[in-house]
Nanobody
Framework: QVQLVESGGDWVQAGGSLRLSCAVS????????MGWFRQPPGKEREFVAA????????LYHDSVKGRFTISRDNAKNTVYLQMSSLKPEDTAVYYC???????????????WGKGTLVTVSS
């Protein structure tokens, strides 16, 4: 059973930075593609970024390209999302997810964390 626990969510002013972490327990972390999704208030969940099993390949939503960086440390069973130049529209609950395929589709992910709240004030 794979379990994911996000941390690092906080309140930050526009233009600021945050780093989210997702600790993963259970077998075969290094064989899972990892992703970050987010759900803004009153909106549906949306894709943010994904990273391949080795960390060599990444995928980003256009709205975060150049501002967010996804990475993973397979020795620590942890995936990160470094967020910079934050905007009020980045306000959301951020979810970590694990799956078998590199995709922006939430349905491609098999396991989910419970989320961490990021609030960006203007």
């Amino acid at each position: 059973q794979v379990q994911l626990v996000e941390s690092g969510g906080d309140w930050v002013q526009a233009g600021g930075s945050l780093r989210l972490s997702c600790a993963v327990s259970g077998p075969s972390f290094s064989r899972n593609v990892m992703g970050w999704f987010r759900q803004p208030p009153g909106k549906e969940r949306e894709f943010v970024a994904a990273v391949s099993t080795s960390g060599a390949s990444t995928l980003y939503h256009d709205s975060v390209k150049g501002r967010f960086t996804i990475s993973r440390d397979n020795a620590k069973n942890t995936v990160y999302l470094q967020m910079s130049s934050l905007k009020p529209e980045d306000t959301a609950v951020y979810y970590c997810a694990a799956g078998r395929f590199m995709s922006s589709q939430a349905r491609s992910m098999d396991y989910w964390g419970k989320g961490t709240l990021v609030t960006v004030s203007s």
